[in-house]
């Protein structure tokens, strides 16, 4: 069984550009998160969907956005990028909302220059 | 908003030895988790808690959900290189939809000499 897929694993951009990043869960589970991790913060979270819609947000500005397809797979995307936005870009499935087994893929590390 | 307090923060150890780490926090968790993360890779999960005072073995791995559901304990026997890596602990804080999301301490980096 496939685990979670994350693509790109790398991506350089440059300040006030946008970036989509793509996550596809593993087979069966309905819920993404996603994850924010840098050496100073640690992992935060950012968001979480589940059947197509945005069940919970964390504490980041609305640049950073998200969205689910009705075969589970999601993207998110920060728009204006800025220097702290360097990052490891973590996505996580679960079988449901609410249930807390999370399985995550490898990350996008996304660079900022 | 909850915080996770893992300790210690790294460690070093010689091959063979047993290892022991700990998370607690300041609020009551339902469920424990425990992760294991390689460098440029994502976190692998290790091991589920989901009851107070429960103790769950997963190979040479074995953690322990705290009766006060508010501290954590993770156990390694017989330390080898390949247990190299940051172990974090998380626990889910839910939203009034039902949803979660996973707070993570900071992580405990181990190293083994081998």
């Known amino acids: 069984k496939a685990g979670v897929t994350q693509t790109p694993r790398y991506l350089i951009k440059t300040r006030g550009q946008q970036v989509t990043l793509s996550c596809s869960p593993i087979s069966g589970h309905r819920s993404v998160s996603w994850y924010q991790q840098t050496p100073g913060q640690g992992l935060q979270f950012l968001f979480e969907y589940f059947s197509e819609t945005q069940r919970n947000k964390g504490n980041f500005p609305g640049r950073f956005s998200g969205r689910q397809f009705s075969n589970s797979r999601s993207e998110m995307n920060v728009s204006t990028l800025e220097l702290g936005d360097s990052a490891l870009y973590l996505c996580?499935?679960?079988?449901?909302?609410?249930?807390?087994?999370?399985?995550f893929g490898q990350g996008t590390r996304l660079t900022v220059v | 908003g909850q915080q996770l307090n893992q300790s210690p923060q790294s460690m070093f150890i010689q091959e063979g030895e047993d290892v022991s780490m700990n998370c607690t926090s300041s609020?009551?968790?339902?469920?424990w988790l425990w992760y294991k993360q390689d460098p440029g890779e994502g976190p692998v999960l290790l091991i589920a808690?989901?009851?107070?005072?429960e103790l769950t073995s997963n190979g040479r791995l074995t953690a322990q959900f705290g009766i006060t559901r508010k501290d954590s304990f993770l156990n390694i026997s017989a330390s080898i290189p390949s247990d190299v890596g940051i172990y974090f602990c998380?626990?889910?804080?839910?939203?009034?939809?039902?949803?979660?999301?996973?707070?993570f301490g900071k992580g405990t980096k181990l190293s083994v000499i081998p």
């Open positions: 808690l989901y009851k107070a005072g």
């Open positions: 609020s009551i968790f339902n469920t």
């Open positions: 998380a626990g889910p804080s839910y939203s009034g939809a039902g949803s979660y999301q996973l707070t």
């Open positions: 996580a499935s679960s079988l449901a909302t609410g249930i807390t087994e999370a399985f």
